[in-house]
């Protein structure tokens, strides 16, 4: 029996290589939960896992996807039985473990959870870690007290996964969006999304010169980091909070403790892969009921396991607009 998959490997010289092939099932992971996947999707961490590795992929030859949803074929979970609708994200599946662009996955039960109520497996990919990540950033700014009387919010690298969900969210709780982007080319997507105000890339993304400048938002949901979430510190409302997600813009943080001093400034950090399972609940019933499925279904991008590796250097240069949904079948 053998299954579709996209496997990377790693030659001689340390150059990776990634095809689609067809593999024996034997060859899978020894999980107990066996998944036909039907969809997976495309993240930045995927980027790296198709392409250089970035030090996330500990053996090769490997199977990538850091996020899969599908139905389970086979288990000796007692929480799983065959015929169940699951997703996953996170735990470091797709790159210590193989992972979801694949026809068949076979992981620990106690990674997946249920197919939230409302969702399809093809658009709780759309949503897939990007967009989860997303939602935790925003339950992560309403518990430190943001609310859409608040004031603007400031979504960076915006027209990215997680920056389109973010904003997709942020605009049908009623709340007032900033995105921030670099590409001319997505603004109207990005206001159709439901961003109020378009701030280019170049006007955050220079180093601090002042530790402080204008009080302006009232949170920010930050993918980039670098010199742009140093700036943008500076730039928050008195008692404001920063979400830092990714590092889209580098992984430094060239910034002065002063905001966080003078203008009681949080920065709250937000991880994804390590999530609880409680949280992980809370978070897709949230999205299931904050997340318009209409705006949902303008980020899609479609894209087989064989359009994985240009698409896979594409997000890496910042090239990907809103969601790739990988029908690996
Ligand atoms: P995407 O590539 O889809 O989005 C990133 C966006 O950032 C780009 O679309 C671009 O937006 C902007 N960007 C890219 N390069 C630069 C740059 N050099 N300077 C400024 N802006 C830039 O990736 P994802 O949305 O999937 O992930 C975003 C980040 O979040 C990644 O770093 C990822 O690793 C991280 N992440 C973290 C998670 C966690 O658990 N903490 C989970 C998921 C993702 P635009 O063109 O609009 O400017």
């Known amino acids: 029996m053998t299954f579709k998959a996209l496997l990377v490997d790693k030659d001689e010289d340390g150059k990776t290589h990634a095809s689609v092939q067809e ?69 470091r599946v797709g790159e210590i473990w193989w992972g979801g662009y694949a026809q068949k996955a076979c992981v620990k039960g ?3 959870v249920p197919l939230p109520d409302g969702l399809t497996t093809r658009n709780a990919m759309a949503v897939g870690t990007a967009g989860f990540t997303a939602m935790l950033a925003v339950m992560a700014l309403e518990d430190h007290g ?28 009623g709340y007032e969006v900033a995105a921030v982007t670099g ?15 378009i701030v280019p890339r170049d006007d955050v993304n220079e ?14 949901i930050d993918a980039v980091g670098g010199p742009m979430l140093a700036r943008v510190l500076g730039q928050m409302k008195y008692g404001a909070s ?17 905001p966080f001093l003078l203008r009681g400034v949080n920065l709250l950090g937000i991880d994804s892969v390590m999530r609880p ?22 980020m899609i991008q479609p894209a087989t396991l064989s359009d994985l590796p240009e698409l896979g250097a594409q997000i890496l240069k910042g090239g990907v607009k809103g969601r790739v949904v990988v029908d690996v079948n």
């Open 207 to 220: 180093t601090v010169k002042r530790p402080l400048e204008a009080e302006t938002w009232a949170g920010c």
């Open 23 to 91: 593999i024996e099932e034997n060859r899978l992971p020894d999980g107990n939960v066996t998944v036909a996947v039907d969809y997976s999707t495309l993240n930045y961490k995927d980027g790296l896992c198709i392409g250089p590795g970035g030090g996330l992929v500990k053996t090769y030859p490997h199977v990538p996807g850091i996020d899969l949803a599908g139905t389970v074929e086979e288990s000796s979970d007692d929480w799983y039985k065959p015929g169940d609708k699951v997703v996953l994200t996170g735990w």
């Open 277 to 298: 399972y409680d949280g992980r609940i809370r978070a897709w019933e949230r999205i299931a009921k904050d997340l318009p499925m209409d705006k949902l279904e303008d």
């Open 183 to 197: 590409r001319e080319s997505t603004w109207d997507y990005l206001k159709a999304l439901g961003a109020s105000t």
């Open 242 to 258: 920063v979400a830092a997600v990714g590092l889209a813009g580098g992984a430094s943080l060239p910034a002065t403790v002063v």
């Open 110 to 112: 106690e990674w997946l």
């Open 146 to 173: 943001l609310k859409p009387e608040s004031g603007p919010v400031l979504v960076t690298g915006a027209a990215g996964g997680v920056g389109s969900v973010a904003t997709a969210i942020l605009a049908n709780l």
